[in-house]
């Protein structure tokens, strides 16, 4: 479990895509808003609910609890918080460059989850056109330099990195990580460089028929965490998409 | 959600012995020794020579998990795998664990060993 410190110290190194992370963040917080934040203790044998004043049907209310419909307040706060990151990324273009990196690894997990691992092909025919913006934007902006690729997965710089993934979700990649991919065809592994098991490493699934590009993060007792709390949690709390 | 291709080699498995086990709310680790370490997400059962236990992680799991330190000590005598992802474990004390790949959305368990993840 994170302490308060480390929390605040991950803040702090996080800040300058902090907007990023409060959207996957936001997301969390509407996953959990069913049944008044409660969904341990509270029921719902109506389906119906009512969410910031609003009280729509239940099929509205199940929507809510998945993430596919959202109130008035919510949709201004969305609206207000993905306008505040493309502000950012328009000062701060080198965020948007280190979109390369991860349009790389969707493509490279892509390949890898479709067995073609090296192939390229695969990857290529998957990269959706925000991703393609992407790799623009990054080799307009100088950030093209050929990466070290071990094993057919991109290394990350050294001194770690922050990408950012097409649906605005950040991920930290800390310095000292190498990638590796994962057996059994889910994806890349970033880890300290020399550590083994899962603890402190950084997980990107590929996608498969019903689940899109996701990323885990486990702490140093090999769990994995709910990126918006740093608190163990269940499966589908502790995979974060990164694509829509 | 991934299965277990029959090209992954698991031999490594066989003679490892049980070191730790971990039990958290919505994982259970089983750490064995030369860094293997097997990481549970959805299901397995514990045969504990006479009776046979299901853990998932829901509420009052940890009993049940709790009952797996009884493996401590223990070494794998053989494993039976498929492709489906379910992975049989028989130790040297007659104990069995066997592992299954239940969640179409998730990862079900992974086995990490220096240089290598395996997730199924």
Known sequence: ?244 | MYGLRKDIDLSFLNGRQVEQVAIGVYQIQFGFDEDVRISTYMQFDYFDGRVEWIWKPEPGAAQIAARTVALLGATIESLQRHEDGTLKLIFSNRQHLTIFDSSQEYESYDITLPGRTIVV
């Open chain 1, 1 to 244: 479990m994170l302490t308060e410190p480390i929390k605040s110290q991950m803040r702090a190194e996080f800040d300058p895509a902090i907007h990023l992370l409060q959207l996957a963040a936001e997301r969390e917080r509407r996953h959990g808003s069913y049944v008044q934040n409660n969904p341990l203790k509270s029921t719902d044998p109506t389906g119906h609910c009512t969410v910031d004043g609003e009280a729509p049907g239940w099929l509205w209310c199940k929507g809510h609890s998945l993430g596919f419909t959202e109130t008035k307040k919510e949709t201004a706060a969305r609206e207000k918080n993905e306008a505040e990151v493309r502000e950012f990324l328009r000062e701060h273009p080198e965020y948007l460059r280190n979109a390369m990196l991860m349009a790389v690894t969707l493509g490279t997990a892509m390949a890898i989850e479709a067995g073609g691992m090296g192939s390229g092909a695969d990857g290529d025919s998957t990269v959706t056109p925000e991703e393609n913006a992407a790799i623009e934007a990054g080799a307009a902006g100088g950030a093209g330099a050929a990466r070290t690729i071990i094993n057919g997965v991109p290394q990350p710089a050294a001194e770690g990195e922050i990408v950012v993934g097409p649906n605005g979700t950040a991920v930290r990649i800390p310095a000292g990580y190498v990638a590796a991919p994962a057996e059994s065809g889910s994806g890349i592994v970033y880890r300290p460089a020399g550590s083994t098991g899962d603890a402190n490493s950084i997980r990107i699934m590929g996608p498969n028929a019903t689940q899109p590009v996701r990323v885990i993060i486990y702490i140093s007792s090999g769990q994995p965490i709910v990126p918006s709390s740093g608190r163990t949690g269940t499966a589908a709390e502790t995979h974060t998409p990164l694509t829509r």
